[in-house]
Structures are given as structure tokens and as C-alpha cells.
């Protein structure tokens, strides 16, 4: 652990764990022998011996896809780390998300790290959000693409070319919002409905 690094560990002057500055030591071959060294408590400033066990971070084999584009990677988790289908991690500069678990040959909903064959994973950097624009009879499809928290609620304006429209209902995973001020994140959205604004000319 490089020097200067904060940790929380026991101060038996302040009777509780808090943080602590790392003065030196060294992480031990094994992760039972974890650190050993001599750290600061933040809190009182007093120096002292600190030894607890390290966890190792594993190396998980991924599989990434862009679009029609796929790589392997490797994502580093906790060994006892849980990781599920649907949850969303940060690699690099990118948003991702987890598509599939594999775990002995088969896929699987979620399981610790440690015990993981490999993770399929795609960008979540963007989501397409599809909205249904109804003129008179006719309904037109468009799609925006925005970021997975972007929020969208009943009575935003949105712009395509030079048309302008209303949100008039959302639907997403689990009901449709047909309230104002109600907002929805990029993410959840199945589909918006929205109706052309018919703008006054004098």
C-alpha cells in the first residue's frame, strides 16, 4: 500500500476504528498475512503498529461489446464481491453494463467474483429512448440517445428538425406516467408518446 494512503483501522485511544494515515509497511505474500506496518490515526494523531488481513482483487475474463463490435477485457472485482445481470460498473472512462454471468458452464443471475468464468458486458455510456409522435392520424417513430440518468416527464418539449413536441405519456418497465412532474430515467423508459405543438403563425 503506497504511503500516504487513507485506511480505517482500530485506535485504541479513540476506542473505535477510524481512519488512518499509512506512514509505511508492506502487504504480506498471502492474503492472510494482509498489511503490516505502521500507520496515523487521523483523528487523534497518534502513531501506531497497525496488522490486518488485505483483500485481493481478481481478475474477471469479459467480454465487451460496442454496438456490433465485441473485445475481451479483464475487470478486476473483490474476490467475495456479488455481481449481478443488470449492474452497471464503471471501466475506464466508459459506463458499462452486465448482460450475462457464466459460472461453471452455465449462465447464472449472479455470483461472487471469485467464481466467475467470464462476464459479457456492453457500453451503457448511452440508451436509445424511442418516442412515438402522433400528427393527427399518423404516428412517426424517432429515437433520441441520452444517458442512462437522464430524466423525461409529462409536459417536456423535445425537437426534431423543426418540429417541436409535448410528452404526453411514458411508459416504462413496470406503468405508464401519464402525471406531470412525474420524471423517468433514460434507462427505465420503453417508449415516450408525444403530440406535435401546432405553433400560432400571425
Not at 51 to 63: A, H, W
Not at 65 to 70: L, N, T, V
Not at 148 to 168: R, S, T, W, Y
Amino acid at each position: 500500500m503506497p504511503e500516504g494512503m487513507v485506511i480505517f483501522a482500530f485506535c485504541e485511544k479513540c476506542g473505535e476504528e477510524t481512519p488512518h494515515r499509512i506512514l509505511k509497511g508492506r502487504i504480506g505474500a498471502t492474503p492472510e498475512s494482509g498489511f503490516d506496518g505502521t500507520v496515523q490515526c487521523i483523528s487523534c494523531k497518534q502513531i501506531h503498529h497497525a496488522n490486518f488481513p488485505v483483500e485481493r482483487p481478481v481478475s474477471v475474463s469479459c467480454v465487451i461489446s460496442d454496438r456490433d463490435i465485441s473485445k475481451k477485457e479483464t475487470v478486476e472485482f473483490g474476490p467475495l464481491e456479488e455481481v449481478m445481470v443488470g449492474e452497471e460498473l464503471f471501466w475506464g472512462s466508459h459506463n458499462l453494463i452486465i448482460t450475462a454471468i457464466e459460472k461453471s458452464g452455465s449462465r447464472v443471475r449472479k455470483a461472487k467474483a471469485s467464481e466467475i468464468d467470464c462476464l459479457w458486458l456492453k457500453y451503457f455510456d448511452t440508451v436509445p429512448v424511442k418516442v412515438s409522435i402522433v400528427r393527427g392520424s399518423n404516428t412517426k417513430s424517432e429515437r433520441i440517445e441520452a444517458a442512462p440518468d437522464e430524466e423525461f416527464a409529462v409536459g417536456d418539449i423535445l425537437e426534431f428538425g423543426k418540429d417541436k413536441v409535448v410528452i404526453d405519456k411514458i411508459k416504462t418497465e413496470h406503468r405508464m406516467i401519464y402525471r406531470d412532474g412525474i420524471p423517468a430515467e433514460a434507462r427505465d423508459i420503453k417508449r415516450v408518446y408525444a403530440k406535435i405543438i401546432k405553433e400560432r403563425r400571425y
